[in-house]
């Protein structure tokens, strides 16, 4: 098993769930704006 490596994919993969966590919460934010 090569560490380094899967140490980089666990760093984007952190990286992309945080993103992906803010993009959520920035679109339910917009939808009740607009839909409310």
């Not at 994919?9 to 990286?15: H, Q």
């Not at 769930?17 to 607009?34: D, E, P, Q």
Request: proline share 0%.
């Amino acid at each position: 098993m090569d560490v380094k490596s899967h140490l980089s994919t666990y760093d984007a993969f952190i990286e992309m769930s945080k993103w992906g966590t803010v993009a959520i919460v920035v679109l339910l934010i917009l939808m009740a704006f607009f839909l409310l």
